[in-house]
């Protein structure tokens, strides 16, 4: 009995001893971590890592960047049946417990003391929220301890829903995807309320192993964690007899789905990308940043296919280089049918290697008939090319030549070719081939500088080189209205008379002569300031530039905007001998468009953070109907003064006071009216031509092309919209002999324009005071008599009315000078 009694106060003395010694060493334990752990309540204001998400002004997304997907969802929004799914697999009694599982705990201490190593770890989904936010994924001791302070230090201050809601939006589920949300888009492609019940079991049985159960790399592997999750849900009531057995048959439906682009706008995803890191720094990768553009997804779909377009046009009126190679054809000595058994097998291996470039696939004919031919395409897919779509193919021979016009199919092409096909609108295969010029569409709104659209070449991932911002080009003809702006602002008018005849410029200290020339070799005499605008004659500029002078002109464009390192200081400045990149050109021309005022071109309307906005663009507005308010001291601001109702009481009406950053007018409106109308005979009487079948008055515009036609373009507009079209090549060797401003750019120009001004009213700007019409000679620039066969009306500023009757008109400028020789055209 009392060898008992000691045995029994022995043991509860032992018993005693090690819970004291256990809670000694527990309470050890936490006095020395408690100190260092991080406070709870930083998770109320949590930022999850979220990738910087771009998108047009209607809100279609055009980019993704960074490395961690995710898109965080409020646990309201959470199905039911997913987080049964994450209870089944990770913590069916997280509800119930304080935030540890004392079984679970118990369970890895004795993994710990058998094997040395912690292998289920015994964490619930509070403990995994505290290690995935606040600690590393070292499995140690004291991590774990950690861990279990923290989670019962999160159940103390956030509710179950909270920390479920965490849970969701943090868990890393494999390929980026980090919560739930993100995981649906990428394995299925769906919102996580679109997805049944077994894909919800299939996303909860990630987190114990992403890249093991993932259901792409092992869908295997993946099924049988899937059916066990399936399975305990049913064992534990979250789920019918009827719900298990059809999602335990359901097959494996996981692919991977990449960001679900809206928008193909690379060029344009690029720039916002640079802009925000010089904003914002490396956080624009995983503060979740969602960028609204000022692209209109219409347009930017409009450009996209009118500058594809029009290269595949350039390229097919210069012939048919011929297809990238024949895989039938002899290698080392060897037939390559002879290497590969089966000669479909080589085709469709090669079709799996080859990727597609931009709109181009690639393709290999397998037979070919008299006039059309059969293709293989990837996924064994066939189809017929017919001859509309071959016929083009003359052969190539160089940019100016080309051979005569195939009359068959084999003609052009022969079994074994690998080739390149583009799919057309109305769903036939079309031959084509890589262009081999390059081209740039810049669409900007010209009273604030909004860019609406932007294409910087054909295809962004064969080079990323932006050519509309980075391409420093010639500008050729394209530049000639900023010279005739200069002179109308001189005090030349429309009608002023100037010699269209042959120059030469010596130049005694190179002992060498410029003789400049028109496109076409023909000269005009004398010809009215406006029709050598709108046909472009280039000894009318060069006399117009020397009468009014290089640097006074220089000063005047510096005052517009345009760059000062771009103006050349000698005569061939009126020729278009600047060099800039096509966005700085087309700022340049949005001062022509909206009646004068200098604008500067953006493309971010704001950014927006969660619920926050933290950059909202403040652009310089063209507002013709702004007041000025306040004192000196104060600074004066623009107020826009917009009438809008009648009161209820009053005759007055009322009206809305809006203030604006106003953009500062650079020039005489007068000027400004009178280039745009001139601009307007470019379309209808000159260069532009091509332009009249989009039936407007309210547009106009320029043709350009430089010097052995290595840059074409055309700059055209109305008060809403202005475009500007550049093709060249990045070497910069000629386009060939017959390329212009007006049938290389302006076809895109017009395929876009036709979209961008769709149900668009005819609007031109409204002309300003001192402004009149009179009756001219034609030929004389002066007065018309009446009856005079040869009169018209033409636009004047009032202190630059002709007040004479005259027979006729000596050219404006003389014929004798002295230049640098330069070789423009």
């Not at 592997?221 to 059916?227: E, K, P």
């Not at 190539?396 to 195939?406: C, L, Q, R, S, T």
């Not at 400045?573 to 022509?592: D, H, K, Q, R």
């Not at 202190?799 to 014929?815: D, I, Y």
Request: proline content about 5%; overall charge neutral; charged content about 25%.
């Amino acid at each position: 009995m009392n060898r008992s009694v000691k045995i029994l106060k022995f043991l509860l003395w032992s018993g005693l001893a090690a819970v004291s010694g256990i809670t000694l060493i527990a309470a050890s334990a936490y006095l020395y971590l408690s100190p260092s752990l991080p406070s709870v309540d930083t998770l109320r204001d949590t930022h999850l890592q979220t990738p910087l998400r771009v998108f047009s002004k209607d809100e279609k997304l055009i980019a993704e960047f960074g490395e961690m997907r995710r898109t965080p969802i409020h646990f309201a929004d959470a199905p039911d049946p997913l987080i049964k799914a994450f209870m089944a697999a990770e913590d069916d009694r997280f509800y119930h417990h304080p935030g540890v599982d004392i079984m679970g705990l118990m369970r890895a201490a004795v993994q710990l003391a058998s094997t040395g190593r912690i292998q289920s770890g015994g964490s619930t989904i509070t403990m995994q929220v505290a290690k995935n936010f606040f600690l590393s994924h070292e499995r140690v001791f004291s991590r774990k301890f950690n861990e279990i302070l923290l989670a019962i230090q999160i159940e103390q201050q956030l509710t179950k829903d909270e920390i479920f809601e965490l849970y969701l939006n943090k868990i890393y589920l494999g390929n980026r995807a980090y919560g739930v949300e993100a995981a649906a888009q990428v394995y299925y492609g769906k919102s996580i309320d679109e997805l049944d019940l077994a894909q919800w079991a299939m996303i909860a049985g990630l987190p114990k192993a992403p890249s093991r159960y993932n259901p792409i790399n092992d869908p295997e592997r993946s099924r049988i964690r899937r059916n066990w999750i399936l399975g305990r849900m049913y064992d534990l009531g979250y789920i019918n007899q009827a719900d298990y057995e059809e999602a335990f048959k359901a097959p494996v439906t996981a692919s991977y789905h990449g960001p679900k682009i809206e928008l193909q706008a690379p060029y344009i995803a690029e720039m916002v990308r640079q802009e925000m890191i010089e904003r914002f720094g490396p956080e624009t990768y995983t503060e979740g940043f969602k960028v609204y553009t000022t692209v209109d997804s219409i347009l930017q779909r409009s450009a996209n296919e009118a500058v594809a377009n029009g290269l595949f046009a350039y390229t097919e009126r210069h012939g048919y280089r011929g297809p990238v190679s024949n895989l039938n054809e002899v290698d080392n000595g060897k037939p390559i049918v002879q290497q590969e058994k089966d000669t479909t097998a080589l085709w469709k291996k090669t079709l799996k290697e080859t990727h597609s470039t931009g709109v181009l696939i690639p393709a290999v004919v397998t037979t070919v008939a008299d006039q059309s031919v059969t293709i293989l395409m990837k996924e064994d897919k066939t189809d017929l090319i017919d001859w509309d779509n071959l016929k083009w193919a003359k052969p190539f021979i160089n940019v100016n030549a080309y051979g005569y016009n195939p009359k068959q199919a084999s003609d052009i092409l022969k079994p074994g070719d690998l080739i390149w096909v583009r799919k057309m609108p109305d769903g036939r295969f079309r031959l084509s081939q890589e262009p081999t010029a390059q081209s740039s569409l810049i669409s900007m709104n010209p009273e604030n500088g909004a860019i609406l659209a932007l294409v910087g070449g054909f295809n962004f991932f064969d080079s990323m080189y932006n050519r509309a911002t980075q391409a420093v080009r010639q500008a050729g003809s394209a530049f000639k209205p900023f010279i005739y702006m200069a002179a109308l602002n001189k005090g030349l008018t429309a009608a002023t008379i100037i010699n269209d005849a042959p120059v030469v410029f010596a130049d005694q200290g190179l002992e060498g002569v410029w003789r400049p020339n028109n496109d076409n070799m023909k000269f005009n005499g004398p010809t009215r300031l406006r029709e050598g605008l709108y046909r472009s004659r280039n000894l009318v500029s060069i006399r117009i530039l020397r009468q009014i002078g290089v640097k006074r002109t220089v000063n005047f464009l510096m005052k517009l905007g345009l760059p000062e390192e771009t103006l050349t200081r000698n005569l061939s400045l009126a020729l278009g001998n600047v060099s800039m990149t096509p966005l700085e050109l087309t700022t340049g021309y949005a001062t022509i468009a909206n009646g004068g005022y200098k604008v500067t071109p953006y493309l971010i309307q704001k950014v927006d953070v969660l619920d926050d906005t933290v950059f909202e663009a403040n652009p310089v507005i063209v507002c013709r109907d702004c007041r000025k308010v306040g004192t000196p001291e104060e600074g004066f601001v623009s107020e826009q003064v917009t009438e809008t109702s009648t009161p209820l009481t009053g005759d007055e009406p009322t009206a809305s006071l809006n203030i604006v950053n106003e953009a500062e007018s650079v020039m005489d409106s007068r000027v400004n009216y009178i280039l745009n109308d001139i601009m307007r005979d470019v379309i209808w009487k000159g260069t532009g031509k091509r332009a009249r079948v989009l039936e407007r008055h309210d547009i106009g515009g320029k043709t350009g092309t430089t010097n052995e036609s290595k840059d074409a373009w055309f700059v055209g507009f109305n008060p809403d919209v202005l475009t500007s079209v550049w093709v060249g090549k990045d070497n910069f060797s000629t386009l060939g002999r017959w390329e212009f401003g007006a049938n290389a750019a302006l076809p895109i120009w017009i395929s876009y324009m036709k979209t961008a001004l769709a149900d668009q009213p005819v609007r031109r700007l409204p002309q300003p005071g001192g402004i009149e019409t009179v009756r001219i000679n034609s030929k004389t620039g002066q007065l018309a008599k009446q009856g005079d066969p040869e009169a018209i009306f033409e636009l004047f500023r009032k202190e630059n009315t002709p007040k004479s009757f005259s027979e006729g008109s000596l050219p404006l400028l003389e014929e004798s000078g002295s230049l640098k020789p330069e070789d423009l055209f």
